[in-house]
């Protein structure tokens, strides 16, 4: 196959839907060798912050001279950027092969599981065949969705994390957040230390309830490991992390990265001690040249453009409160939101901080129409604007942005995607 036929046939799968459970990727794992083996790992389950997380431990290892690999989902521009050796994303040329590869086995008739394949098992399969092929020595990798029934827990990981956890993906995960939490906790293995930053009493206890059933360590933020900001801008965070007793610059933007910072550190350190060392000065240098971008992105100065992937309540709150102390202007607020989301309180929470808001709609099934969006909007904020297309709604925020105004494009993966490709053609003209 050539890559834009690979990705027509994984994209296919997509019409398969969303099927938790591992026989069937046990099974595939098995016929291409296991080459989830081939490679020592940690496991990043949880709502907000499991990207930069993995983001902030890849770069730890890659400073400590490890050949790191990273899967994280889903992609905001291409479709190579899930799967990373050294920071680079994976070749077109590889995606195909590994695709021909996959799929030749999975079509074959000795091997009947292979036409119920979902997308991100195959997909899946092809990182971690890619990670093996080169030789990747520490992988991180991110659930997909939930934990307990992800595609990804076919790995043994030295380390687990579970980031803070809240409603997202009920009609699959439940409809509370004690059910989510068991299936976040679903990715922790026996003897196996997890960590975890989440501060919700609910969903510790579930947590805590699992680990102890597998007799394993569990490590809590304020509790075994602290951390504290002492600086925040702009230009990213300083942080203190009490386990190396220092002081950290975290160049991505936000207080609450310090949470991340403090469990990708805690992370670190356990891993240093099982398996491969890892240096104080690793931790330290790692985070200060983490990469992630999406979250708080400020991608122009004037007027000042904030792209992130924020698609829940809870993470929505977390931004705009970050916003709020960072720009005491008024915001002009892009937003589109997936059919699967809290719309009501999204659009609560960005549209209660927007003197103007635009409603829009990425190029997905999976959106919500412009229209509902502005419906939803409506109830937080005056003057309320309908732009289907992502592209000419951030150009219509420009054009309407008065002095002292900044602007927000934010509410799903998908907007930001789009929204970076309006970003390079808007710079190549």
Known sequence: ???????????????????????????????????????????????NGKGSVCAMLASIFQEAGLVTGLYTSPHLVDFEER???????VPKVEVAALAEEIRQIVESPEFPKGRRLTFFEITTAIAFLHFKRKGVQMAVVEVGMGGRL????????????????????TQHLGDTVAKIA???????????????????????????????????????????????????????????????????????????????????????????????RIREKDISSGLSKVIWPGRIEVVSERPRIVFDVSHTPDGAKVVADELKMLHDGRWVLVLGVLDDKDIEGIAGTFGGMASKAIATSPKTKRAYPAETVAKALREHCDDVTVVSDVGAAIDEAIESCMPGEAILVTGSLYMIGEAKEWLEQRRRR
């Open 150 to 169: 992800d595609a990804t827990n076919v790995i043994e990981p030295l380390c687990t994390v579970i980031t803070r956890i809240s409603l997202e993906h």
């Open 1 to 47: 196959m050539k890559y834009d036929e690979a990705l027509e046939w994984l994209f296919s799968l997509e019409n398969m839907g969303i099927k938790l459970g591992l026989d069937r990727m046990q099974d595939l794992m098995a016929a291409l060798g296991n080459p989830e083996r081939s490679f020592r790992s940690v496991h990043v389950a949880g709502t």
């Open 83 to 89: 799967i990373q050796v050294q920071g680079a994303m």
């Open 182 to 276: 068991f299936e976040k906790a679903g990715i922790i293995k026996e003897n196996v230390t997890v960590i975890t930053a989440e501060t919700d009493e609910t969903a510790l206890r579930v947590i805590d309830a699992v680990a102890r059933d597998h007799a394993a360590p569990l490590l809590v933020a304020g509790r075994e490991f602290d951390f504290k900001v002492t600086a925040s801008g702009w230009d990213g965070i300083m942080v203190r992390l009490g386990s190396i007793d220092g002081t950290v610059k975290v160049p991505l933007v936000g207080a609450f990265q310090a949470s991340n910072a403090a469990m990708a550190c805690e992370c670190a350190l356990d891993v240093s001690v099982k398996s491969v």
